[in-house]
C-alpha cells in the first residue's frame, strides 16, 4: 500500500465498505483512510529499536508480555502514534475522491467536498477555505513538538 497511490485502492475498498453496509456513515468515510501502510511500517521501524535488554529487564522485574506491552511499550510508543495519528488525519481530511464516493446524502459531505459548490471566487468559498485549513493547521502547531519528536525519536 505503500507504493500504490490511495486512488488506485478506491475501487476495492469501496466494495468492502458497500458490503458491510458503511456508504453514507461517517464510519465508511473514516475507517477505510485510518489504516495505512505507513502505520504498519512506523511502528515495525520503532520496535526493531527497542532493545532486547529491555525486555529482559522486564522479564527479570516479573512483567509478563502483557504487562510489558502496557507500561513499557505502549507510553514509549505514544509520541509515534501521536504523529502517525497527525499524518493520517490531514491526509483524510484532504481528501476529495473518496468522500465523493462513499457519500451522496448531501448532510454527509465534508467540507472539502462542499468547496466544490462555492468555487474559489465567491467570498463564502473563500471562508470555506479558510475553515476547512483550520482543524489540521491547529492539530499541527497545538502538537507540533509532539509531532516531530514521534518522527524523529530513535533515529540517530
Given amino acids: 500500500s505503500l507504493m500504490l497511490p490511495l486512488e488506485s485502492r478506491f475501487m476495492p475498498t469501496y466494495d468492502v465498505v458497500a ?35 529491555m525486555l529482559e529487564s522486564a522479564r527479570l522485574d516479573g512483567a509478563g508480555p502483557l504487562k510489558f506491552l502496557r507500561d513499557i511499550l505502549i507510553p514509549l510508543s505514544m509520541p509515534m502514534a501521536g ?56 492539530l499541527l502547531v497545538f502538537f507540533q513538538r509532539l509531532f516531530v519528536k514521534g518522527l524523529f525519536d530513535g533515529s540517530h
Fill in 19 to 53: 458490503s458491510l453496509g458503511l456508504v453514507n456513515t461517517q464510519t465508511g468515510l473514516i475507517l477505510p483512510l485510518a489504516a495505512s501502510g505507513i502505520g504498519t511500517f512506523f511502528f515495525r521501524q520503532f520496535l526493531r529499536n527497542i532493545p532486547d535488554s
Fill in 83 to 138: 504523529a502517525l495519528f497527525l499524518v493520517t488525519f490531514v491526509n483524510g481530511w484532504n481528501q476529495y475522491l473518496w468522500p465523493v464516493m462513499v457519500t451522496s446524502e448531501e448532510s454527509r459531505y465534508t467540507i472539502v467536498r462542499g468547496l466544490q459548490f462555492y468555487g474559489r471566487s465567491s467570498l463564502t468559498g473563500m471562508m470555506l477555505a479558510c475553515l476547512a485549513v483550520l482543524p489540521p493547521a491547529l
